[in-house]
DNA sequence: TCGTTTTTCTAGAACGATTTAGTAGAACGA
DNA sequence: TCGTTCTACTAAATCGTTCTAGAAAAACGA
C-alpha cells in the first residue's frame, strides 16, 4: 500500500511549506503565480487531487453541503412529482451556491436510523421537507447549530419556513365540493398505519401528518355539515390512492366525492374509477392537491401550488446572505378540471 | 460564543477517557452498559450531538455517502422521469445500507466548476449517470481513488458499469420504423448548442453525448438507406422536443417520422403535433426511448428499459460487499402504442 | 495459589487540512 | 539613508474524532 499522496508530500516535492500548497488552491492570491505554477504541476505529477474534503470540512467548519430531510422512504420520495420538483426548484439554487445536496431519508417509523443518519450527515445547513413537527430528527439538527429551512409552517425550531397556507387552500377546495352539493366525502390520506393490501378509516386524531391535519381542517371549515371519513392505502403514492379508493368504491356506502389530500393520490382513485366503469366527474368526483403535471393531463381538479418555486425559496433562505424574508406563504390557486361535478340528488 | 461541545467535554464530565466516549456511540460491546449509560446520559444533559461527521469522516475515512454525478444541471436532471426512476433505485440500495446520496451536477459547458465540487465531495463512493467519457471530473474521482459504477458501457475510469445495450435497443427501434416503410427520420438528441428558441440540425460528429451517438448508430444499422437527420431544441427536457419536433413540423421539409431519443422529448414532439393538428401514429410517427410512466397514458411507442432496477444494481455495485458481477447489461424491449404507424406512400 | 485469559478502560498518536501570527526581504517615500 | 509598508512565504497550533497499544482489574482454570 502506497502512502496516500498528501498536502504535506506536495509541498515537500515542490518545496514550500503546507500552507503554501493550501493557499495555492484556496487563495490565489496570496503567493506568486510562478510558485503556484510550480505546486500545481507537482501535485499533478503526483496524482494529488486537491485538499481532501473530510480533513477540510473539520478544520474549516464547512461541508458545503445542504442537508434535504424527507420523512418517509428516499425512493417514495422520488415517485411524487411534487416532491420532485421541490427538489428541481432547490438544485437550482444549489448549483449557484456550488453546493450540493445531501438526501437524508428519515422513516417516521424507524425513527433511531433516521435520527442517526443526521446526526452523522456533514452538512451545513438543512431543508425540511414535510417531516412532523416533534421529530427527533429535527432537534438534533438544532442541537448541532444547523440552520434548518421548513416547507411547513410554525416548525418551531426551524429558522424559518417557506409555505402555503394549508388551512386556507383546503378551504377553497372544500368550498368547491360544498357548492357542487357534495355532502358525503371521502378523505384520501397518507399514513403509515395502513398498506395498499388493507387500507383502513382512520379517526382525525389517527393523522400522523401535520399538514393532512391541516387540509382535513380547512376542508371541514368550509363543509361545517359534511360527513368526512378519512381513509388510508398506505404511503402517499398513486398505489395507495389505487387501493384505498378501490376499497372505498367496493364498500356499500360510496361517498359522492373522494378528495385526495394529493395528487399521487387523486390520481390513483380515479385510475380505480376507471377499472370499475366509473367516470370521473360524472358518477363521482375526485380533487387533489399540488397540480402536478400529470394531474393537467388527467383533467384532476387539484390545488395548484408553486412548487419548484418553494424548493427556491428554501433553497435561497438557505444559501443566500442577503435573503432576509425568514418566512414566506406561496400563494396556492384553485384549478377545476373534468374530474368534479355535481353531486347526485337522491 | 460558548465553546463547542465535544467528545472531550463529554468524556471529562462523565469522568471517563474521551475513547470510551467514542466507544459509547461506535462499540457498545467494548464498555459496561452502567459506564455508556452515564455517557449518554451526560452527554444529553450537555447537549452533544455525537461524534462530529466531518472529525469522523477524516479519521475513519468514510464519509457514508454515494456521490452521484449528473450531466448538465441538476434542475434539468429531476424533470426527466427516467433520471428520477434510476435516483429511485439508487435510493432504495442506499437506504439499506444507511447511506445518504450526495448529488452533484457536472455541467459538460462548465467543466471546471463541476471538477471542483467533485474534488471537495465528501463521498466514498460514486454513480456516474450519463457523464461523457473522458469528462475530466472522472479522472478527477480515479485519482482520489473512489470507486465508480456508471450507467454506459466501457467506461474505463469506472470499476464496474450497469447498462443497456444501446445500439441494439436502438436498432430494434430502427427495424420497426423501418418496417413501417420510414425512410426519412428526424432524430431528437439533447445537446448544449442547441436552445428551444433555436433549434439546430447537427452533424453526427456534433453529437456530444456518447449513448446518443450509439442509438443513432443503432438506428442506422437497421436503417441502412433512410435518410436520418438530427435536430435539437437544447436540454433534454420537454420544452426541448416540443420546440425542436416544432420547427422541424413548420418547415418545408416534413419527416415521416420522429425519433426521440428520450421520452420527455418524444413527448415534447407529440405535443407540437397536436398544437398543429396532427395526430401521432396517422400523420406522422414518432418515437421514444425509456419507457417513463407518462409514454403509455401518451401511448408513445418506445423502448423500455428497467430503469429502477439499473438504478438498483448500481447501488449495490457500489455499497455491496458481496456484489461480484461488475458488469451487467439490463434486458429492454420495444413497445409498440399508437404513436407509431405506417409511412404515408407517395 | 499462581499464571493466564478476558473485560474494561486509557494515553497519545494519528487523520489532512486551514489559520493565525509572524518573519524575511523587497519596494517605497522623503 | 532610515523607517514604513507590502509581498510572499512559513511554523506551529488546531479542528474533533478514531485507532493502536497497552495497563489495571476481574475472572478463570488447574
Redesign the pocket.
Given at each position: 500500500m502506497t502512502?496516500?499522496?498528501?498536502?504535506?508530500?506536495?509541498?515537500q516535492a515542490a518545496?514550500?511549506?503546507?500552507?503554501?500548497?493550501?493557499?495555492a488552491?484556496?487563495?490565489p492570491?496570496?503567493?506568486?503565480?510562478?510558485?503556484?505554477e510550480r505546486i500545481l504541476a507537482k501535485a499533478a505529477e503526483l496524482g494529488?487531487?486537491?485538499?481532501?474534503a473530510?480533513?477540510?470540512a473539520?478544520?474549516?467548519?464547512?461541508a458545503g453541503a445542504v442537508g434535504v430531510l424527507f420523512t418517509d422512504k428516499l425512493s417514495y420520495a422520488f415517485s411524487d412529482p411534487y416532491a420532485v420538483g421541490f427538489l428541481a426548484g432547490l438544485a437550482e439554487v444549489a448549483e449557484e451556491f456550488t453546493t450540493s445536496l445531501l438526501l437524508m431519508p428519515i422513516s417516521s417509523v424507524d425513527i433511531e436510523s433516521g435520527t442517526n443518519a443526521v446526526r452523522q450527515a456533514a452538512i451545513d445547513t438543512a431543508a425540511i421537507f414535510c417531516v412532523d413537527h416533534g421529530h427527533p430528527a429535527l432537534e438534533m439538527l438544532k442541537n448541532r447549530g444547523i440552520p434548518m429551512v421548513s416547507t411547513q409552517r410554525g416548525h418551531d425550531l426551524a429558522d424559518g419556513w417557506v409555505a402555503i397556507d394549508e388551512l386556507d387552500s383546503a378551504a377553497a377546495m372544500g368550498e368547491h365540493l360544498a357548492r357542487l352539493g357534495h355532502r358525503d366525502v371521502v378523505v384520501l390520506v397518507d399514513s403509515h398505519q395502513a398498506t395498499s393490501r388493507q387500507p383502513i378509516e382512520l379517526d382525525l386524531d389517527q393523522v400522523g401528518c401535520d399538514d393532512c391535519e391541516l387540509r382535513i381542517a380547512g376542508l371541514r371549515k368550509t363543509m361545517p355539515d359534511a360527513r368526512l371519513r378519512i381513509v388510508s392505502g398506505g404511503h402517499n403514492a398513486f398505489g395507495s390512492g389505487l387501493a384505498a379508493a378501490g376499497w372505498v368504491l367496493d364498500s356499500q356506502d360510496r361517498p359522492t366525492a373522494i378528495a385526495g389530500l394529493s395528487d399521487v393520490q387523486a390520481l390513483g382513485a380515479m385510475e380505480a374509477m376507471k377499472t370499475r366503469g366509473l367516470i370521473p366527474g360524472r358518477d363521482l368526483t375526485v380533487t387533489g392537491f399540488d397540480d402536478i403535471p400529470a394531474a393537467e393531463t388527467a383533467g384532476l381538479t387539484t390545488i395548484r401550488q408553486p412548487i419548484k418555486d418553494k424548493g427556491r425559496a428554501v433553497g435561497r433562505l438557505l444559501l443566500d446572505p442577503n435573503a432576509t424574508e425568514r418566512h414566506l406563504t406561496m400563494p396556492t390557486e384553485l384549478v377545476v378540471r373534468a374530474s368534479s361535478g355535481p353531486a347526485p340528488r337522491n
Amino acid at each position: 500500500m502506497t502512502p496516500r499522496v498528501t498536502i504535506k508530500t506536495v509541498a515537500q516535492a515542490a518545496g514550500v511549506s503546507p500552507s503554501t500548497v493550501s493557499n495555492a488552491y484556496n487563495k490565489p492570491d496570496q503567493l506568486s503565480a510562478a510558485v503556484r505554477e510550480r505546486i500545481l504541476a507537482k501535485a499533478a505529477e503526483l496524482g494529488y487531487a486537491g485538499p481532501d474534503a473530510a480533513a477540510r470540512a473539520l478544520r474549516s467548519g464547512k461541508a458545503g453541503a445542504v442537508g434535504v430531510l424527507f420523512t418517509d422512504k428516499l425512493s417514495y420520495a422520488f415517485s411524487d412529482p411534487y416532491a420532485v420538483g421541490f427538489l428541481a426548484g432547490l438544485a437550482e439554487v444549489a448549483e449557484e451556491f456550488t453546493t450540493s445536496l445531501l438526501l437524508m431519508p428519515i422513516s417516521s417509523v424507524d425513527i433511531e436510523s433516521g435520527t442517526n443518519a443526521v446526526r452523522q450527515a456533514a452538512i451545513d445547513t438543512a431543508a425540511i421537507f414535510c417531516v412532523d413537527h416533534g421529530h427527533p430528527a429535527l432537534e438534533m439538527l438544532k442541537n448541532r447549530g444547523i440552520p434548518m429551512v421548513s416547507t411547513q409552517r410554525g416548525h418551531d425550531l426551524a429558522d424559518g419556513w417557506v409555505a402555503i397556507d394549508e388551512l386556507d387552500s383546503a378551504a377553497a377546495m372544500g368550498e368547491h365540493l360544498a357548492r357542487l352539493g357534495h355532502r358525503d366525502v371521502v378523505v384520501l390520506v397518507d399514513s403509515h398505519q395502513a398498506t395498499s393490501r388493507q387500507p383502513i378509516e382512520l379517526d382525525l386524531d389517527q393523522v400522523g401528518c401535520d399538514d393532512c391535519e391541516l387540509r382535513i381542517a380547512g376542508l371541514r371549515k368550509t363543509m361545517p355539515d359534511a360527513r368526512l371519513r378519512i381513509v388510508s392505502g398506505g404511503h402517499n403514492a398513486f398505489g395507495s390512492g389505487l387501493a384505498a379508493a378501490g376499497w372505498v368504491l367496493d364498500s356499500q356506502d360510496r361517498p359522492t366525492a373522494i378528495a385526495g389530500l394529493s395528487d399521487v393520490q387523486a390520481l390513483g382513485a380515479m385510475e380505480a374509477m376507471k377499472t370499475r366503469g366509473l367516470i370521473p366527474g360524472r358518477d363521482l368526483t375526485v380533487t387533489g392537491f399540488d397540480d402536478i403535471p400529470a394531474a393537467e393531463t388527467a383533467g384532476l381538479t387539484t390545488i395548484r401550488q408553486p412548487i419548484k418555486d418553494k424548493g427556491r425559496a428554501v433553497g435561497r433562505l438557505l444559501l443566500d446572505p442577503n435573503a432576509t424574508e425568514r418566512h414566506l406563504t406561496m400563494p396556492t390557486e384553485l384549478v377545476v378540471r373534468a374530474s368534479s361535478g355535481p353531486a347526485p340528488r337522491n
